[in-house]
């Protein structure tokens, strides 16, 4: 405790850092303001089948990004998610298409164009995704619409008002990237995921301490001891890199003689990240959603699947997760890319040929760590039906697992990884000064 003041007076004391801090704090703030301003038109005591819609599946996932908002009709209501989508689309497509290839390797420039792709993409998203929430509305709390207002002006005016407000967001998390400490789209979300953690706390203590059969203080605490275990795990895993030696060779500029030092490349055992997790839930929500509004009476396969704390929802998710951890590690991470930039900057692995035989050795060394890698992502996206069987209330068991833990701890570090540097720079000590997160070095896979 003595050392976290200390470094929040050093925080203070270095006149950028404070400048940045406060205007993180503020841009947070605004956002968390906007989640609580009500589309127009829209009676906010009578949402109450839209906030049971949104308990549980993806709409508790698209619920829990926007902070709340979705579940209360807020102009902030689709949140920064569609422009998410809009970024793994194009991460895709600059994998799959030579055009967006061509101009990823274009450097500044490049990125500038695929950025405002990216933003094109979101609003052609969220012109399909915002009539599509009012729809919805309509549905479950269409007494929540002030009589005597036109639905075709209200669609029409509200759809403007949700995109306006997600580009606003992302106009925020950009500010905040620029100005501020951190990525501010991953603050945000992470900002949006914490808010709804107070509420689900309180309700886990009361479940707990007025249910006859619930174990009172002593499963409490059972369970504030394994969300520990499983947020320190995952700290110290998604820092976990494989190094991989690279000797440069020596060369002669003049008179004058360079190179000849061993260098590392760290390969991330979490190359995947969380990505995975959030294409196997959108994956497996597709066939629930059509069973759920298809039919009343589901076979027993079909119901199991329609829960997702079954064994066979978390198996077939589990299999789902494993395999898009190593898609989407394969579309990021290049081997012959790696090994032609090693070649060209006269570097090479001991004991290994230039060229493909070096493409290669990386491939198996990336194959091998995102084996271990992908079992850990699959063991913390079914933690919240794990807990689930500990009857943890669903809304207190997301933050066991899937990705607001990752998310979470992913974004602290980061974070925390920048306030560090900005202390270090003017020679004061940080928070992680002696911890595993400090440097590119990571933690060892084995």
Not at 122 to 137: D, R
Not at 220 to 236: D, N, P, R, S, T
Not at 393 to 406: M, Y
Request: glycine share 8%.
């Amino acid at each position: 405790m003595k050392k976290f003041i200390e470094t929040l007076k050093n925080c203070w004391k270095v006149e950028d850092l404070r400048q940045r801090l406060l205007i993180t704090i503020l841009f947070t703030a605004i956002y968390r303001f906007g989640s609580f301003i009500v589309l127009p038109g829209i009676n906010p005591a009578l949402l109450e089948k839209l906030q049971s819609q949104t308990a549980g599946g993806l709409m508790s996932l698209l619920d829990m990004f926007s902070g709340g908002a979705f579940s209360h009709a807020s102009i902030f209501a689709l949140g920064i998610m569609p422009y998410i989508s809009a970024s793994i689309v194009m991460q895709l497509l600059a994998v799959a298409v030579p055009y967006f290839q061509k101009m990823q390797r274009e450097g500044e420039s490049g990125h500038k164009k695929i950025n405002w792709y990216t933003r094109v993409l979101t609003i052609i998203i969220l012109f399909f995704q915002a009539p599509a929430y009012l729809i919805n509305l309509k549905t479950q709390a269409a007494g929540a619409l002030a009589s005597g207002v036109s639905w075709t002006a209200f669609i029409f005016s509200a759809s403007i008002i949700l995109a306006a407000g997600s580009m606003f967001i992302l106009w925020l998390g950009e500010r905040i990237t620029d100005k501020g400490v951190g990525n501010g789209i991953s603050l945000i979300i992470m900002v949006g995921i914490i808010a709804r953690l107070p509420q689900a706390f309180i309700q886990e203590v009361s479940s707990r301490f007025t249910a006859i059969t619930s174990g009172g203080l002593v499963m409490f605490i059972v369970e504030l001891i394994i969300l520990y275990a499983v947020m320190c795990a995952a700290i110290l895993l998604t820092q976990a890199t494989r190094k991989v030696p690279v000797q440069y060779a020596k060369r002669i500029v003049g008179n004058k003689q360079y190179g000849g030092a061993r260098q590392y490349i760290p390969l991330k055992l979490f190359a995947a990240n969380v990505m995975p997790i959030i294409f196997a839930q959108a994956l497996m929500f597709i066939p629930l959603a059509i069973v759920q509004y298809s039919t009343d009476n589901a076979s027993p396969i079909l119901q199991s699947l329609m829960n997702t704390k079954s064994v066979l929802y978390n198996v077939i998710y589990v299999i789902l997760v494993i395999a898009f951890t190593y898609f989407y590690t394969a579309i990021t991470l290049n081997p012959t890319q790696m090994a032609e930039d090693m070649k060209r900057n006269n570097g090479f692995i001991p004991g290994v040929k230039p060229g493909k035989d070096t493409a290669d050795y990386i491939d198996t060394v990336m194959s091998r760590i995102t084996f271990p890698g992908s079992l850990f992502i699959a063991f913390i996206a079914i933690m919240p039906a794990l807990v689930g069987w500990l009857n943890v209330q669903d809304a207190f068991g997301q933050f066991f697992g899937g990705t607001s833990l990752l998310i979470l701890v992913g974004v602290v570090i980061d974070t925390l990884q920048q306030i560090e540097s900005h202390l270090m720079m003017r020679h004061y000590d940080g928070l992680l000064n002696a911890g595993h997160t400090r440097g590119n070095g990571g933690v060892a896979a084995y």
